[in-house]
């Protein structure tokens, strides 16, 4: 079975103001002391295993967790669960909490990370990089080779905006309705290599394509390619790049399950000799934009005809899509379930509008997020 493992970006917040802080080095430094000195592992009842890790992120005002590769979708939330109440143990012992929100709903100024790779990123990319401070949601897939990959790539392309509804977690943008579901998908874009590529077709052209995008100087290394989706640069996974992080863990287990399925059912469809959809990345751009505006509340894009249908028929052929690959894995009966709780109560983005509707305070918006988070 293949494996599968996220990576989420989390809030640091002053939880009485809900403002960001700039404490991502105390936190780290207090979740080594809290785990003896070392890299702050996940402790599994005893087990010494090596865990995920909790790390540093681009600006000081984020972690970033991630979990080990996991075949069973219960071990991923139970992992991501834990990950999360440890970063946020470690948050209050320096006086903040961390929040599952992909954007601040209150305004800030984020603090650059003094690391040089991310100092020489502010050099070149100015108020692009001041004002990068979003959380994602990245789910990494086993495949079986580069080749296998790249096949994969070609093939959940036209799926990817799906996840960026069911995930949409960042309506407010610097105290301020953004009237999107996900305006981090916006700022984001604004990434230079940001978004959907072209079908590849071999491995050799994919990595002529990063070979060229890197000769042409404007990106620092090979890590900044923010493709939708690329092969990892670390591990033999497929790495999907579209989503918010979610406010609750169980839906960031959701996304990870679908993107199993869409991998599962892409390498699939490549034994088989399917041909990958020849999809123009400009049409791909107007479906993830329709995705960030609305998420699941009004209409997407439909990789078959590219005409707006209702969200949630859109969802339910994606289901139908790699049904088989969930059903091969057990993930069915689990997708089925969580996806009906996202469909009856939204996502992060209804339920930031549902908390500032009721109180008619970002403040509040913040703190709900907090609890929900770790909950």
Known sequence: MRTVGVEEELLLLDPTSGEPLSVAGA????AERASGGGPATVDHAGDERPGGTLDRELQQEQLEIDTRPHTDLGELGVELVEWRRRADAAARAVGARVAALATSPLPVTPRTTPKDRYLRMGEQFGLTHAEQLTCGCHVHVSVESPAEGVAVLDRIRVWLPVLTALSANSPYWQGQDSHYASFRSQAWGRWPSAGPIEVQGSVRRYRALVADLLGTGVLLDEAMAYFDARLSARYPTVEVRVADVCLRAEDAVLIAALCRGLVGTAARDARAGKAAPAVPAALLRLAAWRAARSGTADVLVHPADWRPRPAHEVIADLVDHVRPALTSSGDLQRVESLLEHVLARGSG????????????????????????TCG
């Open 349 to 372: 983005a209804r339920r930031q509008r549902e908390v500032l509707d009721r109180s008619g305070t970002l403040l509040d918006v913040v703190l709900d997020a907090v609890e929900l």
């Open 27 to 30: 936190v780290l430094t207090q």
